[in-house]
């Protein structure tokens, strides 16, 4: 028989007594990790917070970020590849249509008055990214598809993104997001309202694998409030988790992440080489890019009205008045991993019309993609996360090429062949970042994705330092000017592994505190902290080809 409460109280009673001391209740660690997870659940709910993630930050920079989904027909229907899933007779690389978000400027005012509702970062039916986690996790079934569906749900089903949908396109820059379209006309005087001189420049970005164009919307919302038009695609290759396939006046279709093992050849005899799929998804990646160059140029000649009727998000009503007010003849292509191994690839034989790049922005050109190619012609800014560039990442995702080279070897041999060519370009890891930095992930869940990625730099500095980076780089492509990180000389032709990822570089990095010469170059006086250059146009290096500093 179990002794009663009131026994068991009188024995603590006559323990307190005899040793004089207050015994307290014992809680064990259960009952605290339960509690503080039960009043943490409550202040989410109470407060609208999201559950175990931070909400996306707001944009920085002159100008405030509108946002447009659109989903266009190609100008030509098309089967990139012959290949079909298997079972079936449904094509697998068949291109119908293109979609995409816009990220661009727009006013601070027009940005407060707009009433639209803001994009998801997860847009509907979220179960349909949760079953591509599921599979890209090689354990989806009815089960935990719908498990995964529930969790994201909980952690991110809230989260939006903080770019005024369907503002109009700004025509002039904000100096503040205080200040008034009058305090911006005073202080910007302009002829017309076209934007920059030449209309706004545009970048096209390709994601990465088991990505969706929302993945990273801070980095090109960030982008965009520093006056550049950024076209972050969904691709519809097999690599996107899951994507709603719409058309004008027909059924939805759903496209779920898949591989080589889900496709045969027409005649069903055979499977797809893992060389073969890869080069069927970078193909279609490149239609899907020419397709986008093709809606952004009809938009800029007077088109997007047909482009806002067609749209089954029913976004872009302010399109018409965007006519003229793009640079649709010098474009800069950009991408993260595969997308990065895919923005190499539509830089081959180029710039042509379909095409019309002028420079590129790769962030970790994928390993496992298949040979990078070389065939570049204009100026190329190469990134690699610390992780990337790290020896003990490069031992187990090692990407040979044609010749037998590591991939940082190979990464390297293109940015300097490009700078032989007389094309100024830049290749440099980011010290303490890992795969996912430039991605939304870190913002939304810090703690997790350092843990499980590697990543020491503050998940907002590291953001940063990648914008910063792509903002110099852009000046340079725009009008030459050659600044900040741009201007310093490759120092180490190799990643140098006993560099500090917590920002602390080694004896001899960085320079005198205090200098004229800190003064000079004002927030990059200690980009050491931040960065490896491995090649560089600038100076006479071992990568770093000749110029004046």
Same mark, same amino acid.
């Given at each position: 028989?179990?002794?009663?409460?009131?026994?068991?109280?009188?024995?603590?009673?006559?323990?307190?007594?005899?040793?004089?001391?207050?015994?307290?209740?014992?809680?064990?660690?259960?009952?605290?990790?339960?509690?503080?997870?039960?009043?943490?659940?409550?202040?989410?709910?109470?407060?609208?917070?999201?559950?175990?993630?931070?909400?996306?930050?707001?944009?920085?920079?002159?100008?405030?970020?509108?946002?447009?989904?659109?989903?266009?027909?190609?100008?030509?229907?098309?089967?990139?590849?012959?290949?079909?899933?298997?079972?079936?007779?449904?094509?697998?690389?068949?291109?119908?249509?293109?979609?995409?978000?816009?990220?661009?400027?727009?006013?601070?005012?027009?940005?407060?008055?707009?009433?639209?509702?803001?994009?998801?970062?997860?847009?509907?039916?979220?179960?349909?990214?949760?079953?591509?986690?599921?599979?890209?996790?090689?354990?989806?079934?009815?089960?935990?598809?719908?498990?995964?569906?529930?969790?994201?749900?909980?952690?991110?089903g809230?989260?939006?993104?903080?770019?005024?949908?369907?503002?109009p396109?700004?025509?002039?820059?904000?100096?503040?997001?205080?200040?008034?379209?009058?305090?911006?006309?005073?202080?910007?005087?302009?002829?017309?309202?076209?934007?920059p001189?030449?209309?706004?420049?545009?970048?096209?970005?390709?994601?990465?694998?088991?990505?969706?164009?929302? $993945?990273?919307?801070?980095?090109? &919302?960030? !982008?965009?409030?520093?006056? /550049? @038009?950024?076209?972050?695609?969904? +691709?519809?290759?097999?690599?996107?988790?899951?994507?709603?396939?719409?058309?004008?006046?027909?059924?939805?279709?759903?496209?779920?992440?898949?591989?080589?093992?889900?496709?045969?050849?027409?005649?069903?005899?055979?499977?797809?080489t893992?060389?073969?799929?890869?080069?069927?998804?970078?193909?279609?990646?490149?239609?899907?890019?020419?397709?986008?160059?093709?809606?952004?140029?009809?938009?800029?000649?007077?088109?997007g009205?047909?482009?806002?009727?067609?749209?089954?998000?029913?976004?872009?009503?302010?399109?018409?008045?965007?006519?003229?007010?793009?640079?649709?003849?010098?474009?800069?292509?950009?991408?993260?991993?595969?997308?990065?191994?895919?923005?190499?690839?539509?830089?081959?034989?180029?710039?042509?019309?379909?095409?019309?790049?002028?420079?590129?922005?790769?962030? $970790?050109?994928?390993?496992?993609? &298949?040979? !990078?190619?070389?065939?570049? /012609? @204009?100026?190329?800014?190469?990134? +690699?996360?610390?992780?990337?560039?790290?020896?003990?990442?490069?031992?187990?995702?090692?990407?040979f090429?044609?010749?037998?080279?590591?991939?940082?070897?190979?990464v390297?041999?293109?940015?300097?062949?490009?700078?032989?060519?007389?094309?100024?370009?830049?290749?440099?890891?980011?010290?303490?970042?890992?795969?996912?930095?430039?991605?939304?992930?870190?913002?939304l869940?810090?703690?997790?994705?350092?843990?499980?990625?590697?990543?020491?730099?503050?998940?907002?500095?590291?953001?940063?330092?990648?914008?910063?980076?792509?903002?110099?780089?852009?000046?340079?492509?725009?009008?030459?000017?050659?600044?900040?990180?741009?201007?310093?000389?490759?120092?180490?032709?190799?990643?140098?592994?006993?560099?500090?990822?917590?920002?602390?570089?080694?004896p001899?990095?960085?320079?005198e505190?205090?200098?004229?010469?800190?003064?000079?170059?004002?927030?990059w006086?200690?980009?050491?902290?931040?960065w490896?250059?491995?090649?560089?146009?600038?100076?006479?290096?071992?990568?770093?080809?000749?110029?004046?500093?």
């Open positions: 028989m179990k002794p009663s409460f009131d026994v068991l109280d009188r024995e603590d009673k006559a323990r307190q007594a005899a040793t004089g001391r207050r015994l307290l209740p014992r809680l064990r660690v259960r009952d605290i990790v339960v509690s503080l997870a039960v009043v943490y659940a409550l202040y989410c709910y109470f407060f609208s917070k999201p559950l175990l993630v931070h909400p996306l930050p707001q944009h920085t920079g002159p100008y405030a970020v509108g946002a447009i989904d659109i989903e266009a027909p190609v100008s030509l229907p098309r089967t990139i590849h012959s290949a079909q899933f298997k079972g079936t007779d449904e094509k697998a690389f068949e291109l119908e249509t293109v979609l995409f978000t816009l990220y661009y400027p727009t006013t601070y005012a027009a940005a407060k008055s707009s009433a639209t509702k803001r994009h998801t970062w997860i847009p509907k039916p979220l179960s349909l990214r949760a079953q591509g986690y599921a599979r890209a996790a090689h354990i989806s079934n009815w089960f935990t598809d719908k498990l995964f569906t529930a969790v994201i749900n909980s952690l991110v809230g989260i939006t993104i903080p770019a005024a949908v369907d503002a396109l700004s025509g002039h820059a904000t100096p503040t997001s205080q200040a008034t379209d009058s305090e911006q006309a005073k202080q910007h005087p302009r002829t017309s309202d076209d934007g001189s030449g209309g706004y420049p545009v970048i096209i970005f390709s994601h990465g694998t088991v990505s969706a164009r929302t $993945d990273y919307s801070h980095y090109a &919302g960030e !982008l965009a409030a520093r006056g /550049h @038009v950024v076209v972050m695609l969904e +691709h519809r290759d097999g690599s996107s988790p899951g994507t709603v396939i719409k058309q004008h006046n027909q059924p939805n279709q759903t496209r779920l992440l898949f591989d080589v093992s889900a496709v045969e050849t027409p005649e069903g005899s055979q499977s797809l893992v060389e073969e799929f890869h080069q069927a998804q970078l193909n279609f990646r490149q239609a899907e890019i020419e397709e986008a160059v093709h809606v952004i140029k009809r938009i800029n000649t007077g088109h009205a047909q482009i806002a009727t067609q749209n089954p998000y029913r976004e872009g009503a302010d399109l018409p008045k965007w006519a003229n007010r793009l640079n649709t003849h010098a474009m800069i292509m950009a991408g993260h991993s595969y997308g990065a191994t895919g923005a190499l690839q539509a830089l081959r034989g180029g710039p042509t019309d379909a095409r019309p790049f002028r420079a590129a922005i790769v962030l $970790d050109p994928g390993k496992q993609s &298949g040979p !990078l190619n070389g065939d570049v /012609h @204009v100026p190329l800014l190469v990134v +690699h996360s610390n992780t990337w560039s790290s020896s003990r990442r490069r031992s187990s995702s090692v990407l090429s044609q010749d037998g080279r590591a991939h940082f070897d190979t390297r041999a293109i940015v300097a062949a490009n700078n032989a060519r007389g094309h100024p370009s830049w290749f440099m890891t980011s010290i303490g970042t890992s795969h996912p930095s430039v991605t939304d992930a870190p913002l869940e810090p703690w997790l994705l350092s843990f499980t990625t590697g990543a020491t730099i503050d998940v907002y500095q590291g953001l940063r330092q990648y914008v910063h980076a792509a903002e110099d780089f852009l000046a340079f492509v725009a009008g030459g000017e050659v600044r900040g990180l741009m201007a310093e000389r490759a120092e180490f032709p190799r990643y140098d592994e006993g560099a500090k990822m917590m920002m602390m570089g080694k001899g990095q960085g320079g505190k205090g200098t004229l010469e800190d003064l000079r170059r004002g927030e006086a200690d980009w050491r902290r931040y490896q250059i491995h090649v560089s146009p600038v100076g006479e290096g071992p990568e770093g080809g000749k110029g004046d500093k």
